[in-house]
């Protein structure tokens, strides 16, 4: 075999010892790497509730009420639009933007803060699988995808599974 096996690997670094710290250490070591993964912004992210309002000028508004916690260890604050994509029963796939309420958006570590977003004059009550993107001022955005009726937050395979039965098939099955 002309390859790199296992016996040379070994031997590469038996000679040398501190090469392992070369390799685990390094500016683009293991190490490195992974304490940059250990340290991104994450955000956790649940719907409280969704109520219509009336507005001073007689306006309908949806406003949803979100929870918010920063779980990682760098501060991170939010854009002020949020996008809402979700599916009507015929099929129709539909994008609304919302606006965020508060003029402080940013996120303290650890310390969960609550979030009114409103959408003018739409009616995403009817839309039946729906993703909540949030954008970030630092790191990367954060999709929430849930259930309609529920609220109940789905995960990234089963929505698509969800998706394509209500897109090919025209079912849609909300677990109970």
């Known amino acids: 075999m002309d390859g790199i096996n296992l016996k040379t690997i070994i031997e590469y670094f038996v000679s040398d010892p501190l090469r392992i710290l070369y390799f685990f250490g390094g500016t683009s070591g293991i190490w490195y790497w992974f ?3 250990r340290d991104r912004i994450r955000l956790r992210v649940q719907v409280i509730n969704e109520r219509r309002e009336i507005t001073d000028e007689f306006e309908e508004q949806t406003v949803i009420r979100y929870e918010m ?3 990682g260890s760098n501060v991170t604050s ?3 639009t949020v996008v809402l994509t979700g599916y ?6 539909r994008r609304y933007e919302g606006k965020i ?3 402080e958006r940013d996120l303290q570590p650890h310390k969960p803060k609550l979030i009114n977003v409103r959408f003018k004059d739409e009616d995403i009550e009817f839309l039946l699988l729906r ?3 949030f954008h970030l ?5 954060k999709s929430l995808r849930v259930w309609s009726a529920s609220q109940r937050i789905i995960g990234r395979l089963r929505f698509c599974y969800a998706v394509a039965c209500l897109k090919w098939l025209g079912k849609y099955n909300e677990p109970s």
Do not use: A, F, M, V
Not at 88 to 93: F, G, S, Y
Not at 137 to 141: E, K
């Open 101 to 103: 309420d508060e003029l």
């Open 131 to 133: 993703i909540y993107c």
């Open 35 to 37: 304490n940059q993964w």
């Open 69 to 71: 916690e920063n779980i």
């Open 88 to 93: 009507t029963p015929k099929r129709e796939l």
């Open 137 to 141: 001022t630092r790191g990367c955005s």
């Open 78 to 80: 939010l854009q002020s």
